[in-house]
């Protein structure tokens, strides 16, 4: 059973503009804006603040996102129109809020409240409040890795100078890097896979790779003499930046700490900074198609341009949420037409539908949809197909297909007839079934399997070689 399903995207391009830098100034009661490479002046975004601590950018909305630890809210600013919402507040239980996260494509935010010492998540309105972390001793600075889906943080509390890691519903906590000084800003790479801290109680900018907890400490800046306070990444650039408070400036390094610059100055007491990359081209799909046959399923798009793409997460999901079910590498950057494909194998019978979800090399995220679900139909005859891997040790997989409900008997026997093994044995519905058989307690040699469904029989062998 065959199907095919077309679905063409048009393709959608944001104007260009210079990318921008956004601190929140506590002396000055402001949010300000300037060009990522330092050139123009300095802009302010938004006047009357009481205590701006730290920023996210929401790229799908083009929203900055601040706490106020003073007014106790979380607020955001439309950067197209200005316009100013409050999105928590004491009426909510914030207390002490301190930094804060986006996760814009799955409509997600992390804060940390030094008050009731927790990590919490909302809807980016602010809904469906949870507190997913508690018993921390002085959270502070959040960030968010889309790749990975983990929450990072601070904790500064005495005897404690850490920062941990968890799942975005508080499960999976877990120290990332212990026995820190005075952590202060912290932010994640994407491209490399690192976090980075400042520890102003050293005097550094610190990064360490999470791929093995606890992470070992690489310092990227040494001697700071000043104030430092929030830290923003530009991955795809390799580039750092951070604020001080001392100085009063914005500087700038490479993510290995080189060709340090003073980037912006006159800034009187700058805290949390974030970037805005909603200026960046985006990936432009040209098209995305599904192609059935039998259980498995092929999805093809094309991209007529790319910039600072990572690659494509292929989710699935039916009935329930999306799951990540491959992964594919993009080109970075491109302006030329490009192919890709994924296959997705060993589906049950079912409706299912798929999304791309594309990521680039600062972490930021875009979905695209396939616009209508795929069928994965009955069988039109009985099969059973050959076990794979074959030989193997100690673990292959037999898949056979049936096109109605019907009792199945599945066993395993020696050579000499004996039954070593019932791989299943009971009624099942209609479609592909796939079952692993675990021979570890069993010799090497040849063995043959049969199946019985009503009134179809067949057998296969297999090589088991230890």
């Known amino acids: 059973m065959k199907k095919f399903f077309t679905i063409i995207l048009l393709a959608l391009c944001l104007p260009l503009s210079a990318q921008k830098l956004y601190w929140a100034d506590g002396s000055s009661g402001k949010l300000q804006s300037h060009n990522i490479d330092g050139s123009g002046s300095t802009s ?44 928590l507040s004491s009426l909510d239980g914030l207390v002490s809020p301190r930094g804060i996260a986006i996760d814009g494509a799955t409509d997600r935010m992390f804060w940390s409240d030094n008050s009731s010492k927790s990590l919490f998540r909302a809807t980016l309105s602010g809904a469906s409040i949870t507190q997913i972390v508690s018993g921390l001793t002085s959270p502070g600075y959040v960030a968010y890795d889309p790749a990975s889906d983990k929450v990072y943080f601070a904790d500064n509390g005495a005897g404690v100078k850490k920062i941990m890691r968890c799942n975005p519903d508080g499960t999976g906590l877990e120290d990332v890097v212990t026995s820190l000084n005075q952590v202060w800003g912290i932010a994640f790479n994407s491209l490399d896979n690192n976090i980075y801290w400042i520890d102003s109680g050293i005097d550094k900018i610190q990064k360490g790779n999470v791929s093995s907890l606890p992470v070992t400490k690489v310092d990227v800046v040494t001697g700071l003499t000043g104030n430092p306070r929030g830290i923003v990444i530009d ?8 604020t001080d408070n001392f100085y009063q400036d914005v500087k700038r390094a490479t993510t290995s700490g080189a060709s340090q610059t003073q980037l912006i100055t006159g800034v009187p007491y700058p805290q949390g900074i974030a970037i805005n990359w909603n200026s960046a081209l985006p990936v432009e799909l040209a098209g995305f198609s599904s192609f059935v046959d039998r259980n498995k399923v092929t999805l093809s798009w094309s991209t007529v341009k790319e910039e600072n793409n990572k690659g494509f997460y292929i989710q699935r999901k039916s009935g329930g949420e999306f799951s990540d079910a491959g992964f594919i590498a993009g080109a970075g950057n491109s302006k030329q037409l490009l192919n890709y494909k994924f296959t997705d194998v060993n589906l049950s019978t079912g409706s299912y539908q798929y999304r791309l979800k594309q990521i680039d090399y600062n972490g930021n995220l875009k979905y695209y949809n396939l616009g209508n679900e795929v069928s994965v139909g009955i069988p039109n005859q009985f099969s059973l197909l050959q076990n794979y891997p074959n030989p193997f040790n100690p673990v292959t997989n037999i898949e056979f297909e049936i096109p109605q409900n019907v009792f199945v008997d599945l066993k395993v026997y020696d050579m000499t007839g004996k039954e070593v093994a019932t791989v299943v044995s009971s009624s099942l519905q209609a479609g592909y079934h796939k079952y692993a058989f675990d021979a570890s307690k069993i010799s090497s040699g040849t063995y043959i399997y049969r199946i019985k469904a009503g009134s ?4 296969k062998k297999m090589v088991i070689l230890k």
Do not use: M, P
């Open 44 to 87: 302010d975004v938004l006047t009357g603040l009481s205590s701006g601590y730290a920023l996210a950018v929401n790229l799908t909305s083009d929203e900055l996102y601040w706490t106020d630890f003073t007014n106790s809210w979380i607020k955001k600013i439309n950067l197209t129109s200005s316009a100013v919402t409050t999105v």
């Open 235 to 242: 991955a795809l650039n390799s580039l750092i930046y951070w």
């Open 456 to 459: 179809f029989s067949d057998t």
